[in-house]
């Protein structure tokens, strides 16, 4: 298959992925204004993102569930910041019954994404808009004293350590 064949191919792919994602998320009632959590975003995300995928699966936040033991898997001051979107009506609940919202997914940081999965993928600026940039205050709910292994936080510092963004 020649380069173009298989571009073509990739946005007929991404195409399929929307609409079956659009019609399974308008046949469970969810609102077209109100973003819900998708889940699984290693899967969902990586369909468009796979270079920020590959580096995020390598983070420590991408398993951050795991490194949890059972007692602390069931503590909610532990699991608000080991799962993504914790506390939220469409965010984690429990292992068993919000399995693909387990670790530190790119919701958590960027916000739900069901409505960034519906826009046109040719439409950069209204995706851009249904997304959520990190802020310090975003890194700071989970990164401060009330984690038990708090030695301080540099946001700089971590920022950079857990970039998986293309500079522009």
Known sequence: MNRSNGRI????????ISVVFYAT???????EGTAEYVGDNAKN?????????????TL???????????QQQKDPKCIKCHVTGFG???????????PK????????????ASLHMKVPINDKQKRRATIKKPTKEDCLKCHNKEYPDFK????????????HWKSK
């Open 101 to 112: 919202l387990a670790d530190v997914q790119c919701e958590a940081c960027h916000g739900p």
């Open 9 to 16: 191919s990739l946005v007929i792919f991404i195409t399929f």
């Open 152 to 163: 301080g936080f540099d946001y700089e510092k971590q920022r950079a350590k857990i970039q």
């Open 60 to 70: 420590k936040m991408a398993k951050a569930f795991s490194s949890l033991n059972d």
């Open 88 to 98: 939220e009506k469409t965010g984690f609940k429990s292992l068993s019954e919000t």
């Open 25 to 31: 998320s308008r046949a469970s009632g969810q609102s």
């Open 45 to 57: 995300c990586k369909v468009c993102h796979a270079e920020q995928a590959k580096v995020w699966s």
